[in-house]
């Protein structure tokens, strides 16, 4: 038995940068026709697009008030950071980064009123000092760690590879400190708390799982959750100073050595101080349960499901449906519909009976993200005649623009159409005649009241009745009757309240002042349902039409947000904040009949800890005067190219016997319109140098990119060594009008190959299509239904010195689990190379011995048991099978230690090549001559572990036997392994 071992190398690296070249299109960061400003100011560059002025201003002026708060926090700072705003999608989101320079990127879509950051006030504010903390974090650099940066370039951030709970921590404890609101502070996240500890699975979160994303609740949200939790118990331990010392002391040392700091500044481990912070927040909820429960809380029922989350009821106006927003372990979202099947029946005994709408979360861009997940469906709402129902979904306008639509089903049809395109819709619902829809419009940083009036047409003519200034929130309006609208208004002090709008004359009120935070207005048969916080946790409350005669109908623990009543037996139906995440559960009639009108009040869980008081005064005058002395410039995008940093690799060589010495080096402007990779390595084992360089420009409406490569490697044995040299120029051509899974390439190439006997050079056109919808993401091991293609073709035209032919290159996946066990699937995926002339062998492709990359789309010619490049042929084909099954869910860490252990899943793979070239028999060294009618076999077993290394990297090792059975002494076994790094 022979082992092989192979590892992430530039062979991988190659394949990468390929990868995101045919799929530029999701890194598109900016429409090419859109002008773009700079505003310089002290400390920030801010770019925002031309038309949004008032936007760059206002958020140029919360990052200097941000600046002037954070200084006494944190030691090191950089002179500049560049802050772009980016109003591409209705997704809540942005991330910061110090690589390749300081800088955020925030998209500055308000959040809605069902999210974690929904109880937000000043959100711009929250949002750049949440991100701009980010940038603080990652500046330290003391100690050793000083000389290095000065070597390596921005790439030495320490602070950067800390836990997830750590960096997210801070930050939401600074958003939070810095703010009147910030998340903790919000009601979803004490009922979140206060759920756990009720359920008595808060201690089930131990430190080193706080800093995963992991598909049970609270899935992604665990760092922002603990992590906030753990820095305000320890600044309420040490003080604020806390916070500069622990960062800088940590700046200046090895990464992942974390603990020595925390017992210098602590007097604890991280881990002692995470089990005391635990202990604290379980006495502060037990203390609010304690209070909540001196009047019995409403009993709900919750049905039992396999969702991870179930939310927004909406019951049909004949009481006959009710929809539901449902998220499944794979993050998929879908609009379904439970049926009463007989009359006097309830929900809670209906069964579902269709599923609208079921789009993946996971489709979303691969973009760093610094927010817990949001989702693509927000709300439904019934046509009159119970037959139709609408519903807004966020999916992709053009192949760079992510916006809300809203959609319409036909229950008869059982069909989904688009409404509008482009309208930046949300949160619609439908007048009593069906022929007005009132949604909320999106805009950056602002939100509208908006009417669509149905005339029959697809994109019906739309206006706007509300526009109250930016930072303000509409959310969930509601029609009274045709011409007045409930709607909730959240101002930018955090006050939020119900509004009446009347159409015909053009005039809103509040109504309900002395209700807090109050949203989801539903109108129903006995009155209005709506959400407040009136006792310091989320009920609701049932109003007559006019707004004179409220009282409370439940009584919580956790809370309790959107709701709708059967207008048949008078259940509610309402999403829970549970243990297990959010739940729609019942309310029978006559237990909310029996809400008794006051209910016991509790305040904020960690509230006790912030106030205003802590606040600079001379931050806003700061801001203001930086403003003003700023300048404002069109953006270019020239200074920012220059390369930053490089970062050293080791890994394996090509031959077995050496190492192979890395350099990589990246960069991009701001708004990447010009983006450029570099590598270079040198094999210790052949003593032969590769380098690869790729510059992508998307200046243009059709993108362009460049790639030149020089690689060294052999095929089969050392001694058949090959340079290959490149250099190819592309277009990416717009297919999104086809698919927005497809991606189109095409362009010219050179390609020069030398051997120990030959040197041959071609050169031609070429066109590359490529087709992907699968995903995988949550509990999935493997992408479990859709699949792939791919079509390329080249030409190497006919002229002196050069070889002449045409190449076609074809295949595909795809991924199949109906019938299976849950989470197990079925890889079926096809490659293939055909060269009508009868060129040299080594002028096509070769096999690999390993995945390098899993579930890519891109050509593999995977033959696995065999050595790498041990069949070549100008003509070839692979065909691989793999059935893969999920072992064991992990999911533990040990304290601070950089390594978690994810899942353990395998598979039974089998692998058939066939090649019109050469066979390398390594036993009698010579190169055996085969045709298509001569297939290579090899099956075995693979068994893969999925990690977290260094806290933030996702390893996957991979162990696996296989037996060759066309191997040169017969069928022989082979254990391999390999290290997959497979999203950093």
Known sequence: MQKYSAVYSLASLFLTILLSMSQAKAQLEVPPQLKWKTLRTPHFEVIFNAEQQDLGYLYAEKLEKAYSELRSYFHSRPDKTIVIINDKTDVTNGYATRIPYPHIMVYPVLPGPEESLSDTGDWAFELLAHEYTHILTFE??????????????????????????????????????????????????????????????????????????????????????????????????????????????????????????????????????????????????????????????????????????????????????????????????????LTKEKEGQSFLDSRMTDTIERFSESFIPATQKDGPPTGSIQRISWFPDSKRLIYDKIDYTNRIQRYSDLFVYELGERKAKALTNGLRGREPAVSPSGNQ???????????????????????????????????????????????????????????????????????????????????????????????????????????????????????????????????????????????????????????????????????????????????????????????????????????????????????????????????????????????????????????????????????????????????????????????????????????????????????????????????????????????????????????ESGGGAYLGAYNYIAQEGYLNHSQFLAGGEVYLSRFLPKHHAIMLRLNGVYTPEKVSPIYGVSTESMVFIPNSPLPQYILRGYKRGQLFGRNLVTVNAEYRLPLKDLYRGSGTDALFLRRLSAAVVGDAAAAEGRFVNDVDLVYEVTSMNKPYYSAGVEAKLETTLGYVIPVNVVLGYYVAFQAPKGPEGVLATALQITGF
Do not use: C
């Open 140 to 337: 330290p650099a003391n100690g050793i760690m000083k000389p290095l940066r000065a070597v390596f370039g921005t790439i030495i951030a320490p602070n950067i590879l800390m836990p997830q709970w750590w960096k997210e921590g801070v930050a939401v404890e600074m958003e939070t400190r810095l703010s009147d609101h910030g998340r903790l502070r919000s009601h979803y996240q004490d009922a979140t708390l206060r759920a756990m500890v009720d359920a008595k699975t808060l201690h089930e979160f131990d430190i080193a799982e706080a800093n995963e994303n992991i598909y049970t609740w609270p899935q992604g949200a665990r760092p922002y959750l603990f992590g906030s939790l753990m820095w305000s118990q320890m600044i309420a331990d040490k003080g604020t100073k806390v916070v500069g010392e622990l960062h800088e002391r940590q700046g200046g040392r090895v990464p992942y050595f974390i603990e020595t700091p925390a017992r210098d500044y602590l007097g604890a481990s991280y881990s002692s101080e995470y089990d005391s912070m635990m202990k604290e927040t379980e006495l502060r909820a037990l203390e609010q349960l304690k209070t909540l429960r001196e009047v019995s809380p409403t009993a709900t029922i919750t049905p039992q499901n396999n969702f991870q989350s179930v939310s927004a009821p909406a019951i049909s106006p004949d009481g006959k449906h009710l929809a539901l927003i449902t998220e499944d372990d794979g993050n998929s979202r879908a609009v379904k519909i």
């Open 437 to 783: 829809v009132v949604f909320v419009k999106l805009d950056g940083n602002r939100t509208h009241l908006g009417l669509l009036r149905l005339t029959g047409e697809k994109n019906p003519p739309s206006e706007l009745l509300f526009s109250p200034p930016m930072q303000q929130r509409v959310s969930y309006p509601t029609f009274l009757d045709e011409d007045t609208i409930v709607f909730s208004l959240r101002t930018e002090d955090g006050r939020e309240n119900l509004h009446r709008y009347s159409i015909s004359t053009k005039t809103s009120e509040a109504v309900l002042t002395d209700y807090p935070n109050a949203r989801f207005a539903r109108k129903t048969a006995d009155g209005v349902i709506f959400a407040s916080a009136k006792n310091g946790v989320p009920n609701l409350y049932l109003s007559d039409l006019e707004f004179k005669n409220v009282r409370p109908i439940s009584h919580t623990l956790t809370a309790l947000f959107t709701a709708d009543m059967d207008p048949l037996n008078k259940e509610i139906f309402v999403t829970e904040m549970t243990s297990q995440g959010l739940r729609v559960s019942a309310i029978k009639s006559d237990e909310w009949q029996k809400t008794p009108n006051t209910l016991p009040q509790v305040s904020s869980l960690m509230g006790d800890r912030y106030s205003k008081a802590e606040r600079n005064p001379q931050a806003e005058e700061e801001a203001k005067n930086a403003v003003k002395a700023s300048e404002l410039d069109d953006y270019s995008p020239y200074g920012y190219l220059l390369p930053r940093y490089w970062m050293p690799f080791i890994s394996g060589s090509s031959s077995e016997t050496g190492l192979v010495l890395e350099a990589q080096t990246s960069g991009f402007d701001p708004l990447k319109k010009h983006m450029y990779e570099i590598a270079a390595s040198w094999d210790t084992g052949i003593n032969k140098g590769s380098i690869l360089g790729s510059y992508i420009n998307q200046t243009t409406p059709w993108p362009f990119a460049v790639l030149s490569y020089k690689r060294s490697y052999y095929l089969g044995t050392v001694s058949n060594e090959i340079e290959d040299f490149g250099a190819q120029l592309s277009v990416l051509p717009d297919t999104h009008w086809a698919s927005i899974y497809s991606n189109l390439q095409v362009g010219w190439q050179y390609l020069e190959r030398s051997t120990l006997t030959t040197e041959v050079k071609r050169t031609g056109p070429f066109a590359y299509l490529s087709y992907a919808n699968y995903s995988q993401s949550g509990a999935q091991i493997s992408p």
